[in-house]
């Protein structure tokens, strides 16, 4: 496949809406140039031979342990909740969603 | 008693030379005293300290002491501290005060160490200089013009002042490492998996893992066997024994072999740094190792394989911050969406956004193949370098970083020179290795670092081999003036 490494400016601004991360208007320019630069620098992988290489997730290769299907866990609802910005009735309150 | 090794310190409170309390006053008093000058602590509380402490003499008196009772050690603003501030040297946590322990602090409090307090560090650990903080930059005790070393650096900076006789940290391309090589302590990154991540704010999870850092390999060993071994919680967490840490550290070198990869020694280092390396290499020699030339062909490629992997894992680990359950939250969120992007605007600094645009970039449709998959196939490569090293040698040897401390500033509008700093750690993250940073010398007055890489699982090792070589050098045992007194 085929990597275009100068990336533009309204790709950011897409990059940045995924990652739910609002950059002001003065600061896009600046953010893209960084961007592009470790892009830039990351570009040197795409010149390896990794045919027929398994990607490695892991270090030691491991994989997922399971564990017996158990309630081990207390109900905490109440430490976890007293942190939170704002709660009522013991739920999590966000700004309106739906009309 | 604060330039105390913390085997010293065990061994004085169970003779009654000194209370947990008068060893815990002493180091509250220095950090309120000195710590202006470093910025090495985000929170310390005072009382809860001595509380701890109160109740380590009560436990030392009535004889049922554990290997830790009464030491009070720092730990890196990363690990959740039940009631303690967890702040990730970040706007998003700075209000965070978890309602539970990271398991790594359940074992020292297990373990009787008293919680001196929560160490500076870049923000969600991303960095290698501490000027990425929330709360500002840590200060090189060596000379406070010069940067620690991050992301652990106010880790570091706290142990080389004698603020604190040893502490954690987490090094996921070397955050452990540098700054021990930059305050000139000695720090382990253990094996992938040997410590425990629950509770620790995860950065790039097939990369963290916690370790001791302290003044002496020995002191190192101590806090390993605290901090070492399986976590049912943790499913990343090895199920592999752990052993007494301390029990090798006097074996004998003769015929170890030490393999020195041909591309640590190369053009990108500086000389005099180099020059103290060959030093302390020359040392191991006339303890009976025997130096073998190798090759890591796959080096050049750490630092691209490295900014893909590490930031597509930030970017998902990241994802979590959303102003909703608990940290930063923005005022008068008009809807959801505005809630969550405003919240992510205020409470991550530019290094951490980089890295979360980039690693959501390389995730993103139609670029994961060409990006995160390739990286992941290089990733073995790399690692394969290092298994086949491992055929001709026991241990592997180098420098930690370039060069010593860079001045704070130098860097830090250049995120790419930043990230070569970590050229000589970051692969041993990529392969999970183990790695130390030891104490070799001095240019400028700017401590340097021997870094030594072992076999998965081999930390027994390299605590032996810088145990050994710390018995014939006092690089460890020096101090910077400002503090000395």
């Excluded at chain 1, 809406?17 to 620098?41: D, F, K, N, P, Y």
Aim: net charge negative; proline share 5%; hydrophobic share 40%.
């Amino acid at each position: 496949m085929v990597v275009n490494m100068s990336i533009e400016q309204d790709e950011i601004e897409k990059i940045a809406e995924l990652a739910r991360i609002h950059i002001s208007g003065e600061q896009i320019g600046q953010v893209t140039q960084r961007i592009t630069e470790i892009l830039q620098m990351v570009d040197q992988l795409q010149a390896v031979d990794t045919r027929d290489i398994e990607p490695m997730a892991n270090p030691l290769d491991a994989t997922q342990r399971l564990r017996t299907d158990e309630v081990t866990e207390s109900d905490r609802r109440e430490a976890f909740q007293a942190i939170a910005p704002a709660v009522e009735d013991g739920l999590y309150l966000v700004p309106k969603v739906i009309d | 008693m604060h330039n105390k090794s913390v085997a010293h310190l065990v061994q004085g409170l169970r003779e009654k030379q000194f209370s947990s309390v008068e060893v815990t006053r002493c180091f509250l008093d220095r950090i309120a005293a000195r710590d202006s000058q470093y910025n090495s602590f985000i929170s310390v509380d005072e009382t809860s300290a001595l509380a701890a402490a109160k109740a380590a003499d009560k436990q030392l008196a009535g004889g049922d002491a554990a290997t830790l009772t009464g030491i009070p050690i720092a730990h890196k603003d990363i690990f959740c501290t039940d009631g303690m501030r967890t702040s990730c040297g970040s706007r998003m946590l700075d209000n965070f005060v978890p309602p539970y322990d990271a398991t790594l602090i359940q074992r020292f409090k297990r373990d009787g160490a008293v919680i001196l307090g929560k160490t500076n560090m870049d923000e969600f650990a991303m960095g290698s200089s501490n000027e990425n903080s929330f709360y500002g930059p840590v200060k090189n005790p060596w000379n406070t013009d010069l940067v620690p070393g991050g992301s652990s650096g106010g880790s570091a900076a706290a142990v080389a002042a004698l603020l604190a006789p040893a502490a954690t940290g987490t090094d996921t391309g070397g955050s452990i490492r540098q700054p021990a090589a930059f305050c000139g302590i000695t720090g382990l990154k253990p094996t992938y998996g040997r410590v425990s991540r629950l509770g620790m704010v995860a950065f790039a999870s097939s990369l963290d893992q916690a370790g001791p850092m302290a003044h002496s390999a020995e002191d190192c060993a101590l806090l390993l066997n605290t901090m070492a071994g399986l976590d049912p919680l943790d499913s990343t967490s090895s199920e592999m024994p752990v052993e007494d840490y301390r029990a090798r550290l006097d074996n004998s070198l003769e015929g170890l072999r030490i393999g020195l990869p041909r591309e640590y020694f190369g053009d990108g280092l500086d000389k005099a740094t180099g020059e103290c390396i060959n030093v302390a290499l020359k040392e191991l020699e006339a303890q009976g190792a025997t130096l073998v030339d190798v090759s890591l062909p796959h080096s050049q490629l750490t630092i691209p394989t490295y900014y893909i992997i590490a930031p597509a894992e930030a970017s998902t680990n990241l994802s979590r911050f959303d102003g909703v359950r608990y940290g930063h939250r923005c005022d008068n969120p008009t809807d959801l969406h505005d809630l969550y992007t405003r919240t992510r605007e205020e409470g991550f600094g530019d290094e951490v956004k980089r890295r979360i645009l980039v690693g959501t970039y390389a995730l993103s449709a139609g670029y994961y193949d060409a990006y995160y998959k390739k990286a992941q196939q290089v990733r073995r490569l790399i690692k394969q370098d290092f298994m086949d090293c491992f055929e001709q040698v026991d241990i592997i040897a180098g420098p930690t970083t370039p060069g010593p401390a860079f001045a704070l500033g130098a860097k830090s509008d250049d995120p790419i020179a930043m990230y070569l700093e970590d050229v000589y750690t970051l692969a041993v993250n990529l392969a999970g290795l183990p790695g130390m940073s030891v104490p070799a010398g001095f240019v400028d007055n700017k401590p340097v670092g021997l870094q030594l890489i072992g076999r998965h699982f081999d930390e027994a090792r390299l605590l032996n081999v810088s145990h050994r070589y710390q018995q014939a050098t006092d690089w460890h045992l020096q101090h910077p003036a400002g503090g000395q007194s």
